[in-house]
């Protein structure tokens, strides 16, 4: 099983990373990817280690293997990989968003479908089969671009000005498929081992050169990661900021510059419906989504300890409002809870024979993804109060002969030392007010896609209205349109 040591020694290659006009050479060592790099790092060391729980044997390499990449067959096997992701999840309290675990889960569904990338003339089907046991042997870190750059939301790619925006076939050799543009947001792909490029995004007939699906090392010749600006070099210190410089996972747009995809590595060639059956077909959106859920629901528990605590220390438990205001962030915390547990309960075996989560309960918190989110920010910020402002500058000033007494006196609570303090308001900041705090709120809300395509395309789906609309019929056709007959005539 891969150690962190193994995994952080594989990011020295050649990848090409840019960064502030510059290429970034060393991501191990440089300041925006070290620390989350280490925090990935430490997740493989908890998985290699047998005595977490977190390995099982893979039929498919007929090895062991992570279970957080097991296509599930049983319910037992379900349940045994919701626990493993939540083991890697509670680790980061749910603030790495698309750790190995997210697009491995993807790659299981794909793997044990594998029918549906078959071509009449190449082994897509069998590529599709062999990655996902590189997967399972090697515990890949593979990392995604899904969604087109933002150029245009009006048309899809063909009807872009310009030379292919979107990433898309622009030649084939007998070595495999040219490609050129970029593709968005490949959160993690500064510090993956590999890169799944596909679009999810519906494509119409004339977008055949963009409906292409398949996975390179980040380190491919002509592939280029364009970061957004990493947050973890402006935290002062992990008292300071303890998300941001730890869990800070860098989002890219990747470019490539006519760029070799081979054979092996095409799954999918300018084929607009298979493009969608990939994703549906296979159950990936709902495994990969009920991952998701799951590191979601870690990741609002520590946030509702947060605000928790926060009374706690403040000493406002007691009072009528603030008791209100916990139990609404409690039963909004409880009810992703609640789906997330109905989707695993729900859930069905397809004609491969994988468990696919309960789609009516996982689209249904998923379709409310975007109110709860900020729900819960807003409840924490509104118990918080001005005690975040009424913060020191930073670490230093606990330490400082000048300012520590001050401090000491001042920034403090009954039984609560200035220091439990602070570091538990900092961490709050942290969760409400900091530039990483403001990226995870937009992240949370819009992961799935624009709410309107969640609520829309998945929810209003797969929640059965039929059913409920024939019963109400049943109902309605049990009683006429006769006149009432008086009690005085009967």
Known sequence: MRTGAEYLTSLNDNRTILLDGEVVHDVVNHPAFANVAKTVAELYDIAADPANGMQYHSEEIDGTANLVFSAPRTPEQLKARRVAVERW???????????????????????????????????????????????????????????????????TAS???????????????????????????????????????????????????????????VDTKGLKLLCRRPFAPQASSEFDYPLTSNYDEPDSLVIFDDVLVPWD??????????????????????????????????????????????????????IPGVQEKLGELAATISSVESALLAAEYTATSDDAGMLVPGKRALYGTMGLQSEIYPKVIEILRDLVGGGVLQLPSGVNDLHSDVTRDDVRRYIASPNVSSEERIKLFRLAWDIIGTEFAGRHQQYEMFYAGAPFVVKGAYTFRNYGYEKHVAELDEFLASYSHEPATSASNA
Request: charged fraction near 25%; hydrophobic fraction near 40%; charge should be neutral.
């Open 265 to 318: 590595r095409v799954f999918i060639d300018r084929d607009t419906e298979k493009l969608r059956r990939q994703f549906f077909d296979t159950g990936a959106h709902a495994l990969g989504n009920w991952q998701a859920q799951t590191r979601l629901t870690v990741k609002l528990q520590f946030i509702g300890a947060v605000a928790r605590k926060i009374t706690q220390v403040n000493g406002t438990e007691k």
């Open 89 to 155: 999840a509670k680790h980061t309290h749910g603030w790495v968003g698309r750790s190995p675990d997210h697009v491995g889960t993807f790659f299981a569904a794909f793997g044990s479908h594998a029918d549906v990338f078959e071509h009449p003339e190449r082994d897509f089907a069998g590529n599709i089969r062999r990655y996902y046991e590189r997967i399972l042997r090697e515990n890949l870190y593979v990392s995604y671009a899904i969604i087109p750059p933002q150029y245009s939301r009006a048309t």
């Open 159 to 217: 009807g872009w000005e310009g030379d292919y925006i979107q990433v898309g076939v622009v030649g084939e050799t007998a070595e495999g498929l040219i490609v050129r543009g970029s593709q968005m947001l490949a959160t993690g792909a500064a510090i993956a081992d590999e890169v799944f490029v596909t679009c999810i995004k519906p494509l119409g007939a004339d977008d055949q050169d963009f409906a292409v699906s398949f996975a390179l090392p």
